[in-house]
């Protein structure tokens, strides 16, 4: 069913009638953060995580118990620190796969980054389809057409690497795992990972996701398995609750995933800038949702997990 678009004070208003208040941000301030910071789908998306009056005797039944225009707001800003560090931290993830990959094959005498090549292309022919539209619109892909047309006669895996999208690159580096018979402490990461690299780099929202109740999955074994080795202060109690949360379980698989994959320590101390960054943001709110559980335990989960990675170096993790 379609619904009405609104203007800015109809938004405000509309709010209003679900039970948002405007104590904390007044009504002129929500106004010029929806006109100019951010816009009402967005910023309303957050308000799944704060509890309703569920009880349909009760009159305000449907309405917010407790929620302020600017609590959505902080933690729309939160969120918008939490994308840009996943972001930086997925990216890292993904070059530094590609350089496990082209190392393990250049050390690998039985293979010679060609054939290996042909294999992938021949099964997964509509990538080979990708490389010849980019032969055929050059305008498409300017910054790596160059590339493909010195080399569409011999295309090599260091190649191949430098066009392929992050979830193709995890295809190709499971196609020559399978073959190889190779096993990684990270191989079964970075399918999460994926989803946050493709959610940051998209700018949806993620922390919208720490009321449980909204969407669970089935938590990979090998995170918490990892998470009960390495931060036993998280107990087993709280893991079931916190990896049914696809953005905290995300979260922890591209820690993980950074600590096993990406061997730089320049590369580790930005992550850990901008985790700081994020922590401090967390910790300067946290007052405000003292009375929502799933939030604060939410943001305490993604805290403690920050702290065990900024105590652990990357080229000293053993896992």
Sequence with gaps: MQKKKLSIQEQVDHMKSNGISFKISTE???KEFL???????????YAKCFRKYINNKHNKYGQYISLDFNQLLVLSK????????LLDITLEIEHSLKVYLNKNISENDLEDGYGLTTEFLTKHSNLQQKINNILQYPDSNTYTYDMVKKYQKAF?????????????????????????KIR????????????VRNAAAHNNCMLNQL???VLEIKPSKKIRNYITTY???ISQRQLKKYLTVPVLHDFAACIFSFLYIVKSNNAYQRAVITLNQLFDKIEQSKDLYNKELNIISGLTFIQN????????????FQP
């Design 184 to 195: 990684t402490k990270f191989e079964k990461l970075l399918k999460p990972v994926k989803f």
């Design 78 to 85: 939160i969120d918008m620190i939490f994308r840009a560090a």
């Design 156 to 180: 090599s895996s260091w190649n191949l690497v430098e066009i392929l999208t992050f979830g193709d690159l995890i295809s190709f580096y499971e196609f020559y795992a399978e073959k190889y």
């Design 211 to 213: 009321n449980s109740q």
């Design 231 to 233: 931060i036993p202060s």
């Design 35 to 45: 006109s100019n910071h951010s816009y009402y789908f967005k910023i309303k998306a």
């Design 28 to 30: 002129d301030e929500a």
């Design 305 to 316: 997990i920050i702290i065990f990675f900024r105590e652990t170096n990357c080229n000293n």
